[in-house]
Each structure stands twice: as C-alpha cells, then as structure tokens.
C-alpha cells in the first residue's frame, strides 16, 4: 500500500488548519485590541452627603376642624320671615338680630293679656283696701289674686314665644350662605344658615386608636393640612376616658391658633409614637429597592490608576421614616459619606461613576 497520498493529504490539512487558525487568532487579537480601545462602563449622578439627624417616629392621622364659636341658626317656630338683616358672607355683631319672624299677632295678645292685668291689679289694690273695713269678701280676693297669677303666667308664655320669633347672635361672627328671603315661611327646625365666630382659635377633633399612643392633655400634635403642609403645633385640651365600643378608639381634641382652617375642614395630625431616634438623612432620590430591600449607593475613591476616580459601592439601608424631601434610615452609611442623588436608578455595584458636582463643603 502506497503511503505517500495519504501523507500528502494530511500534511495539506494540517497547513490550511494552521493557516485558519493563525488568521482567526490575528482577528481575535485585533478585537480585542479594539474593544479595549473603548472606556469602561460608567454613570454621570448627583451627590449628596449624609447627614446624621433625629428623627421622631410618628402616624397620621385624620382630624376635624371645629371652631370653638359655630352655630347653626334655625327657626325654634314656624313663621312668615319679616327681617333679614344681613346679606349671606356680612359679619354681625353680638346681639345683632339675625332673623325675625311675623309675630305682630302674638304681640296683640301679650297687649290684651297686659291690660287685663293691669284690671286686676287695680281691682285688686282697690279691694284690698276695702278689705280693712270688712267690705269685701275673702273669696273675692282669693279669686283677683288667682286670676292676677294667670295673666302673670300667660304673659310669660307669650313673652317666651316672642323671644323665639327673633333669633340673636350670641357673638360676633360672619353670616354663612342661605337662600331664605325675606316673605318666606319658615317651618319648624329649618336651617337657615350658620354663623361663625371670629376667633382664631380651631378644636382639631380626632379619634387615635388602641394602642398606637398614648396622649395626655398638655400634649403637643403638629397639624397639617390635607395637602400635607405644615399648619401649626396644637396643644391637646381634653382626652376620652373611654374607648369607642365600634372602632376601639378614642377621642382626643387639641387646640391651635390657624385661623385659615376652616370650620368641618379635613387635617392630618402627626402622633407620636415613639422615642427620638439617632439616624441618618439623604434625599429621597438616593434610596432604591430591589429585591433584597432599600438600599443606596455611596461614592468612593476608585484605585490610583483608574479610568474615572469614583466608583459607586452599595449599601443595604433601612428606611425608619420621611418627611417633605428627605428619607431617614439606618445601616450601612456613616455620616459626612457622600450617596449618589440624581441618576442613582442608573446604577449598580462597583460602576465607574462621574460626579457631575459635589456638594459646598467637600
């Protein structure tokens, strides 16, 4: 058997494999030549330091305005409205008329009732008198005496209706809105409008439930309004002394000067519900989640010899509270360490990070 085709063969694959594979290794050198050619990864952020601050864990929740001078102004007695003497909106003084009802025929019989009385009185001078020289009978005294009491009492009772035909403010205070006008018949218990008091005191009523505080009169709560903004601190003036069967609260009313606040408006009111703690506070932005939890991204030195001087570490961190633009949390971070703020969600762990500007004081 003759060998040498089968050399030859095998000679000429091993050249060409040897061939290819020298080519293909030029061109993998080359690549990568060039790919290392390109920067590393990297991410332009904001940054901002970690400040070390206090932090007061606390719940809200919802509270009622009140204000201490309300009054809701209603016919004690049905009637043709006569007198309204202010428009809806005007302030009105204590004692001011707010309403009159007709009463023209309840102030004839008051008359009529007063001159009978005065008949009797002067009859009953007149007998008693008469009385010293026996000329007069006991019984018709008795009878003058008893009928002068009668008049007496019915008087009253028509003085007493008279006094519900005009209603008075009982304080100084703005006129709510009604649709009453004067000619119209006002029925028993109808409402015609409320009056409001000027003063700047507001009650904020709310119902804290079991468990979650325990709040004395003398307390302090900080108010705010339904759109979170701060309203003013309010001293709490009086405390349930027992729970709400239904919702197992119970009811707590606090004091402030907020005249802004409307009376029946919606608040939020901040609780205390534990002690003052020691934490650290960075922007809102800075803290991520994931699937491990919150966490943020602390810029570092990178090594002496690197494509950008920053890299960005990870840091596991617990959330304990927030106010308007800032989180307070625990963990991993110290104080003075600078956390990446905007573009933090373009992160990740050991990344070449840019810094776009430091904070004043670094």
Same mark, same amino acid.
């Given at each position: 058997?003759?060998?040498?085709?089968?050399v030859?063969?095998?000679?000429?694959?091993?050249?060409?494999?040897?061939?290819?594979?020298?080519?293909?290794?030029?061109?993998?050198?080359?690549?990568?030549?060039?790919?290392?050619?390109?920067?590393?990864?990297? +991410?332009?952020?904001?940054?901002?330091?970690?400040?070390?601050? +206090?932090?007061?864990?606390? =719940?809200?929740?919802?509270?009622?305005?009140?204000?201490? +001078?309300?009054?809701?102004?209603?016919?004690?007695?049905?009637?043709?409205?006569?007198?309204?003497?202010?428009?809806?909106?005007?302030?009105?003084?204590?004692?001011?008329?707010?309403?009159?009802?007709?009463?023209?025929?309840?102030?004839?019989?008051?008359?009529?009732?007063?001159?009978?009385?005065?008949?009797?009185?002067?009859?009953?001078?007149?007998n008693?008198?008469?009385?010293?020289?026996?000329?007069?009978? =006991?019984?018709?005294?008795?009878?003058?005496?008893?009928?002068?009491?009668?008049?007496?009492?019915?008087?009253?009772?028509?003085?007493?209706?008279?006094?519900?035909?005009?209603?008075?403010?009982?304080?100084?205070?703005?006129?709510?809105?009604?649709?009453?006008?004067?000619?119209?018949?006002?029925?028993?218990?109808?409402?015609?409008?409320?009056?409001?008091?000027?003063?700047?005191?507001?009650?904020?009523?709310?119902?804290?439930?079991?468990?979650?505080?325990?709040?004395?009169?003398?307390?302090?709560?900080?108010?705010?309004?339904?759109?979170?903004?701060?309203?003013?601190?309010?001293?709490?003036?009086?405390?349930?002394a027992?729970?709400? +069967?239904?919702? =197992?609260?119970?009811?707590? =009313?606090?004091?402030?000067?907020?005249?802004?606040?409307?009376h029946?408006?919606?608040?939020?009111?901040?609780?205390?519900?534990?002690?003052?703690?020691?934490?650290?506070?960075v922007?809102k932005?800075?803290?991520?989640?994931?699937?491990?939890?919150?966490?943020?991204?602390?810029?570092?030195?990178?090594?002496?010899?690197?494509?950008?001087?920053?890299?960005?570490?990870?840091?596991?961190?617990?959330?304990?509270?927030?106010?308007?633009?800032?989180?307070?949390?625990?963990?991993?971070v110290?104080?003075?360490?600078?956390?990446?703020?905007?573009?933090?969600?373009?992160?990740?762990?050991?990344?070449f990070?840019?810094?776009?500007?430091?904070?004043?004081?670094?």
């Amino acid at each position: 058997m003759n060998a040498r085709p089968w050399v030859i063969t095998v000679s000429v694959c091993g050249f060409v494999t040897a061939a290819l594979a020298g080519i293909k290794f030029v061109q993998i050198s080359q690549a990568m030549a060039f790919m290392e050619s390109f920067p590393p990864a990297y +991410e332009t952020v904001t940054v901002a330091n970690a400040e070390a601050d +206090e932090w007061q864990p606390t =719940r809200l929740l919802t509270g009622t305005v009140q204000s201490p +001078e309300h009054l809701v102004i209603s016919a004690e007695t049905p009637g043709r409205i006569v007198q309204l003497p202010y428009r809806s909106g005007e302030t009105v003084s204590a004692g001011a008329k707010v309403l009159v009802l007709f009463d023209d025929d309840v102030e004839a019989q008051q008359d009529a009732l007063q001159a009978d009385l005065n008949l009797v009185k002067t009859q009953l001078l007149r007998n008693l008198t008469l009385e010293a020289d026996s000329l007069v009978s =006991r019984d018709q005294l008795d009878i003058l005496k008893a009928r002068k009491l009668s008049l007496t009492a019915q008087i009253a009772v028509l003085k007493a209706r008279l006094s519900r035909m005009t209603v008075r403010a009982p304080f100084a205070g703005t006129m709510g809105i009604y649709t009453q006008r004067v000619g119209d018949l006002m029925r028993f218990g109808e409402v015609l409008t409320t009056l409001t008091g000027l003063t700047a005191s507001r009650w904020i009523d709310f119902k804290v439930p079991q468990g979650l505080a325990n709040i004395m009169v003398g307390d302090t709560v900080e108010i705010r309004d339904v759109n979170g903004f701060f309203a003013g601190p309010a001293r709490v003036i009086a405390v349930s002394a027992a729970f709400t +069967e239904e919702t =197992r609260t119970y009811d707590v =009313r606090a004091e402030l000067k907020a005249p802004a606040l409307r009376h029946g408006s919606l608040v939020q009111v901040a609780v205390d519900t534990g002690p003052l703690e020691n934490l650290i506070s960075v922007p809102k932005r800075s803290v991520r989640w994931d699937v491990q939890g919150a966490h943020v991204f602390v810029v570092e030195e990178a090594e002496a010899d690197a494509f950008l001087p920053h890299r960005a570490s990870i840091r596991r961190v617990e959330v304990r509270g927030e106010s308007h633009d800032k989180l307070f949390i625990s963990g991993e971070v110290a104080p003075g360490e600078l956390v990446a703020n905007r573009g933090a969600f373009k992160l990740e762990d050991d990344l070449f990070v840019a810094v776009q500007a430091l904070p004043a004081d670094q």
